[in-house]
């Protein structure tokens, strides 16, 4: 267990629709990073957040935003979402170490648009 | 930014016979190179991990050598089992300014290892 929570574990939602996953990271950490992860793809980095500001943006649609609360959880919302935003997202967290530290990930959240 | 290739895509190994996975990566600045492992239907879970001050680390039947110069770092896994059969994934990043943490992790394609018994 990487103590990284994500909720809800499966969703399957229409096209059109909007959807928000829910991030819990490990006690502490200050950095929470999502991911996305397509069939047979690698992951791909969306957006990382550093004690409640946007600290990188990566590959990320206009149609997605995140957002990272006083408490250090954090929300990722689709919207208007299409077939091809089906996927494994994933939520991962670090903390704070000026030597550089691990980054750990939570079991994902799977995404079926139909 | 950053770009990691990662090879072989797939890789099948007799179990107790040796795998390794090789990445290059393309930004001079990254100081940070972990390992993940995902089974099936689950997150990726960090298994090794070294930084650009060390030339190689090891843990049991896993090691990882990193050379700067030439921007490539590999994963080694000796004595394979069918439990080490995953996908494996390496990864890049560097620290961040120190108020900020670490930067993002940019991942290879990854490597489906298949142990045969």
């Known amino acids: 267990d990487s103590g990284v929570t994500q909720t809800p574990k499966h969703l399957i939602t229409a096209t059109g629709q909007r959807v928000t996953l829910r991030c819990s990271p490990r006690?502490?950490?200050?950095?929470v990073y999502w991911y996305q992860q397509s069939l047979d793809q690698g992951l791909q980095f969306l957006i990382q957040?550093?004690?409640?500001?946007?600290?990188a943006k990566g590959n990320i649609l206009e149609r997605f935003s995140a957002q990272q609360f006083p408490d250090l959880h954090s929300e990722l919302n689709l919207s208007s979402l299409e077939l091809g935003d089906s996927a494994l997202y994933f939520c991962a967290s670090s903390g704070q170490d000026l030597s550089g530290n691990t980054i750990y990930f939570g079991e994902g959240s799977w995404l079926t648009v139909v | 930014g950053e770009n990691v290739e990662q090879h072989p895509s797939t890789l099948s190994v007799q179990e107790g016979d040796s795998a390794v996975i090789k990445c290059t990566y393309s930004?001079?600045?990254?100081?940070?190179f972990p390992w993940y492992k995902q089974e099936l239907g689950k997150g990726p879970q960090l298994i090794i991990d070294?930084?650009?001050?060390?030339g190689e680390k090891k843990d049991q039947r896993i090691a990882v050598t990193l050379n700067k110069t030439a921007k490539h770092f590999s994963l080694h896994i000796t004595e394979t089992q069918p439990e080490d059969s995953a996908v494996y994934f390496c990864?890049?990043?560097?620290?961040?300014?120190?108020?900020?943490?670490?930067?993002?992790?940019?991942f290879g394609s990854g490597t489906r290892l298949q142990v045969q018994p």
């Open positions: 070294i930084r650009s001050n060390v």
């Open positions: 006690s502490g950490d200050l950095s």
């Open positions: 930004d001079s600045a990254s100081n940070y």
């Open positions: 957040y550093y004690n409640g500001e946007e600290r």
């Open positions: 990864a890049a990043s560097m620290s961040g300014i120190v108020d900020t943490g670490r930067r993002a992790l940019t």
